[in-house]
């Protein structure tokens, strides 16, 4: 469970947002500017709210009344970018790694075939990431984020920077993980059509301000009734 | 020509040495200042930079006085560090290396700052969110991606500090096997008759470790691009 209840300012743009997300996967859908990425980048750590409150199942991890800040590197969440960026200094095997490293969990052999299987990133390991194509770089990028053994996964238009055929084919991919890694997700984007297929409710986010939560299907249906059959 | 003789041998290994000590002692410093400079705005910034390059614009001559007053037997630190540490740096070749450390200062910093800048702030943030406490993200992701500048640093550093004269022949001045490095071997050769053949043998050697160390520096500066685009 996710709990977001945060205002913050930036410059002349507020962003003012509070949901609680139950399914599997939350999206977050909104055009860009719209203020997404700030709530994202709130959620994992990387930008302070003003005034507010995050927590994740029991945890907090956002409390401004208390003071409570805990810093991206103890939240433990999994964070795909919208540009994968993977450490180009080192080889995707390594970029693999370095979640788990970082947070000193044993490596477990098991759970990193699941998610190199799930992903079907097996044969790019030795590779460099130079030599990746866009696709393969969000896939690793999500390896990346899950071998981790994150509480909760970000994915900030994970497809955003693919042409329509490399969405599709990362797509499958985001929907086994949805239904096998057994991680709550939020999953953000401007593409109704994604969402639908991925997530169970969506909030819609309006200059800053929810415009819209509730159950994908039918908050979907309202914004966007042509992706709805 | 190419007889080098044992005396010159020793003025050539002494500043190897001092060049090697002076550059390596002064890195961790150099990296730290260049990763302050490059990564915070604080009160007082433009003064620490203009501290920093005052060695590139002083006359050396003033640096090894300078150095002279400070770190000189009566000196307020080279006492103090002599009477409690035992290190003297007045006509010693540590203080030819301190005094090439700090001659060749800038001329380290400023690639490793240049490096650190161009170092992807949105790859730190992705380190923090997969775990990396700061610290961690600096070793693990803005060092390896800023080394090759690093290293153009040292190597450039390192060419500076074997060819310092003004500052190391002011402060701890000329003394063969212990102060006297190429520069001031030449130096001396210059005044002697007879000298020619010697000083233009050591003339050689430093062309050739000059450009060593630049061609050196460049290689490493084309990897950094690379190291740059994962390739």
């Known amino acids: 469970m996710l709990h977001v209840d945060v205002f913050k300012k930036l410059g002349d743009f507020t962003v003012e947002v509070q949901f609680t ?3 599997r996967v939350t999206g977050l859908f909104g055009s860009s500017g719209a203020g997404k990425t700030s709530l994202v980048n709130m959620i994992a750590g990387l930008l302070k709210p003003d005034r507010g409150f995050i927590a994740v199942g029991n945890e907090v ?3 401004t009344l208390s003071g409570i800040h805990i810093p991206p590197h103890r939240r433990r969440i999994g964070y795909v970018f919208q540009d994968a960026r993977l450490f180009p200094h080192l080889s995707v095997s390594q970029n693999l790694h370095y979640g788990r490293r970082m947070n000193g969990v044993a490596h477990d052999h098991a759970h990193q075939d699941r998610v190199v299987d799930l992903l079907d990133i097996g044969q790019l390991l030795m590779r460099r990431t130079g030599q990746l194509s866009g696709g393969e770089r969000q896939r690793v990028a999500l390896g990346r984020a899950l071998l981790m053994q994150p509480r909760l996964l970000l994915l900030d238009e994970p497809l955003g920077s693919l042409d329509s055929a490399r969405k599709a084919e990362i797509l499958p991919y985001l929907i086994r993980l949805r239904d096998e890694a057994g991680v709550p997700m939020v999953y953000v984007s401007h593409d109704p059509n994604e969402l639908r297929r991925l997530a169970a409710q969506v909030v819609v986010i309006k200059r800053g301000y929810v415009a819209a939560f509730g159950d994908a299907d039918s908050v979907l249906a309202e914004i966007a009734p042509q992706f709805v059959d | 020509m190419f007889d080098i003789s044992p005396a010159e041998w020793t003025a050539v290994l002494l500043s190897l040495k001092v060049g090697l000590v002076a550059t390596l002692v002064a890195t961790p410093f150099g990296i730290a200042i260049a990763w302050l400079l490059a990564r915070y705005h604080f009160w007082g910034k433009s003064l620490v930079d203009a501290v920093i390059y005052l060695p590139l614009v002083l006359p050396p001559v003033v640096t090894g006085y300078l150095l002279l007053l400070t770190f000189g037997r009566k000196g307020l630190v080279g006492g103090w560090l002599a009477d409690h540490l035992g290190l003297v740096f007045a006509f010693r070749w ?11 200062f800038p001329l380290l910093v400023r690639p490793i700052r240049l490096s650190i800048e ?7 943030q992705a380190a923090s969110t997969l775990g990396a406490a700061p610290w961690k993200v600096f070793l693990t992701v803005t060092l390896p991606l800023a080394l090759p500048g690093v290293l153009a640093g040292m190597v450039l550093g390192f060419a500076k500090a074997i060819g310092e004269f ?7 001045s000329n003394i063969p096997g212990e102060t006297q490095t190429i520069s001031a071997a030449i130096y001396t050769l210059t005044q002697v008759p007879d000298g020619d053949a010697a000083a233009l043998r050591l003339v050689g050697v430093s062309i050739v470790i000059s450009m060593i160390a630049l061609v050196t520096s460049e290689w ?3 990897r950094a691009t690379q190291r740059m685009h994962g390739t």
Do not use: P, Q, Y
């Not at chain 2, 540590?94 to 060749?104: D, H, K, N, Q, V």
């Not at chain 2, 161009?118 to 730190?124: C, Q």
């Not at chain 2, 003004?166 to 701890?172: D, E, M, P, S």
């Open chain 1, 61 to 63: 991890l956002d409390d």
């Open chain 1, 21 to 23: 997300g139950e399914g």
């Open chain 2, 166 to 172: 003004g500052a190391t022949i002011t402060f701890v």
């Open chain 2, 118 to 124: 161009a170092v992807d702030r949105r790859l730190e």
């Open chain 2, 94 to 104: 540590t203080g030819a290396a301190l005094a090439c450390g700090i001659m060749s």
């Open chain 2, 220 to 222: 490493f500066a084309r």
